[in-house]
């Protein structure tokens, strides 16, 4: 099918995109790498009436590392530079594993990050990985910039804190403590698909050889990105990663789909979480 009618901006200045979406008179939609919105428009399930490509304005562009340690992902980051720069793979060696699973590398040479988090599909990876490494996000509009927690970001399915005429200017990942293990493990029914069910786990092991923190994120349970707190609480106080498993398996409510039905979900989230856990864990004590 083709797309309904619309107006197309490509402008090469920020404050142009940010007039362009304060327009209340319009369905305004920013095009980012277009992977989710072109499809979504083809199948008329969207109709913007006014289309601003972002391709064209350089200063979205840049992957910056600071010196306070925060890595900071402007609007027109590609995908794929998560699995090529160095300084993600070395220094969020979790966020390039989680990258790696989404869809094919055509998809990620086009997708941004910004786009996926902003669109928040919640089996996609990004929003996962956003609340799992505490990022923030920095929205802008013509009248300014605010921040989110990943956290409050997320709202429900296709749903962000995003208001009117604002955008997701950049995602800002702080510091990844250096003493972390880290695992992603995703069960889809193919390779490069939606995860059915995926994982993010951080572990950081105490003086006295014992788990002393541990992050647990999913997507594809819930409709935004969900944090198992019992099972991470559980694993600080000494349970198995197995016990861990069987937690999470009882906290989450996944949706069933033609693809997989709930209690198969619920199943795949537990077993994902103790493999996850006892990676992340190995990777952690170099064990
Ligand atoms: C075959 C295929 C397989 C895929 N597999 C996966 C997968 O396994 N996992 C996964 O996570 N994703 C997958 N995707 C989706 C892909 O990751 C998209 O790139 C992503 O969902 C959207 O990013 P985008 O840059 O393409 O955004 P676009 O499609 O351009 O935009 C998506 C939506 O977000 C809005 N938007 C974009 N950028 C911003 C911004 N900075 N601020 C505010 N709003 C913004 C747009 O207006 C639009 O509403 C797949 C896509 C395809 C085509």
């Known amino acids: 099918m083709k797309p309904a009618p619309f107006a197309y901006h490509a402008p090469d200045q920020l404050d142009e995109v940010l007039a362009l979406l304060g327009d209340q008179d319009h369905e305004v939609r920013l095009l980012a790498g277009g992977q989710s919105l072109v ?8 109709a913007p009436e006014v289309l601003v490509d972002l391709r064209r304005v350089e200063s979205l562009r840049q992957l910056r590392h600071s010196g306070d340690g925060t890595l900071a992902i402007g609007a027109g980051v590609r995908q794929s530079a998560l699995l090529r720069e160095p300084v993600v793979t070395d220094g969020w060696p979790l966020l390039s594993e ?3 699973h989404i869809g094919h590398p055509q998809v990620r040479s086009r997708g941004t990050v910004c786009g996926s988090l902003a669109h928040h599909d919640p089996t996609a990876e990004l929003p996962a990985l956003a609340v799992a490494l505490d990022a923030r996000m920095v929205l802008a509009s013509a009248s300014g910039t605010r921040e989110r927690s990943a956290d409050e970001f997320f709202v429900s399915y296709y749903t962000v804190a995003l208001e ?6 950049e995602v800002r990942f702080p510091r990844c403590p250096a003493a972390a293990g880290w695992s ?6 193919r390779r490069g698909d939606f995860a059915l069910v995926g994982v993010a786990a951080l572990v950081e092991a105490g ?3 014992t788990v002393s923190r541990a992050r647990l994120v999913f997507c594809g ?3 935004r990105p969900f944090r198992a707190l019992d099972a991470e609480q559980a694993v600080v106080s000494g349970a198995s990663f197995e016990e861990a498993g069987r937690l999470v398996s009882e906290a989450v409510r996944p949706m069933g789909s033609i693809h997989a039905s ?7 989230a537990g077993e ?8 992340a864990w190995e990777r952690a004590t170099g064990g």
């Open 39 to 46: 499809p979504m428009m083809n199948f008329r399930l969207a």
């Open 98 to 100: 989680g990258a790696r």
């Open 164 to 169: 009117p005429g604002e955008m997701l200017l």
């Open 184 to 189: 992603f493990k995703e069960v889809a029914r």
């Open 207 to 209: 003086d006295d050889g």
């Open 221 to 223: 349970v819930a409709e």
């Open 262 to 268: 709930a209690e198969y979900r619920r199943e795949c």
């Open 272 to 279: 994902l979480a103790a493999r996850a856990l006892s990676e």
